[in-house]
């Protein structure tokens, strides 16, 4: 399925920048964010190329294009087995929006949520912007397990 040399790293050197391959010296493996390092699914190029060919590409609704939302809603359900609804779908444009959108949801001033050590850094970002605390847990080297006990102790009163 996936192989080093379905990587076109040259284009990734041009392209891919935000701590990425653009931006690395030689040599350098960037590990920063989730862009993926490998060409996309030929459906979605397809979808994509079907979509501009009548070169209108306006603004879609703040709230996410309808087909979008039912399309996932049918991913959840029959990929996941969660009975999601178009309705409850919230698109975002990336995933640190969408870090943020759940903090800011779900954190007021003086609480504080756990996060695992090391995580990418919009967690920490996010929690503390919206006034939260972050407790990092650092997470057991190589095969060692997750000391649900020890993780358990950080839980206070004020975690969410």
């Not at 309705?87 to 444009?93: A, N």
């Not at 609480?111 to 970002?125: C, G, T």
Request: charged share 20%.
């Amino acid at each position: 399925m996936f192989d080093d040399s379905t990587v076109n790293v040259g284009i990734l050197k041009e392209r891919a920048y935000n701590l990425r391959w653009a931006t690395v010296p030689e040599g350098v493996i960037p590990l920063t964010a989730a862009d993926p390092d490998f060409p996309s699914a030929p459906q979605i190029a397809d979808a994509l190329t079907k979509f501009i060919k009548d070169r209108y590409l306006c603004y879609g609704p703040p709230e996410g294009l309808p087909q979008f939302k039912e399309s996932v809603a049918q991913f959840f359900h029959n990929k996941r087995n969660v009975p999601a609804k178009p309705e409850f779908t919230f698109p975002v444009d990336s995933a640190a929006f969408g870090i943020y959108v759940i903090c800011k949801a779900f954190l007021e001033k003086g609480d504080e949520a756990i996060i695992f050590n090391p995580v990418d850094f919009l967690f920490k970002y996010s929690i503390e912007t919206v006034g939260a605390s972050a407790i990092s847990y650092g997470i057991p080297p190589g095969q060692e397990f997750v000391d649900f006990w020890e993780l358990e102790t950080l839980i206070t009163p004020k975690t969410k």
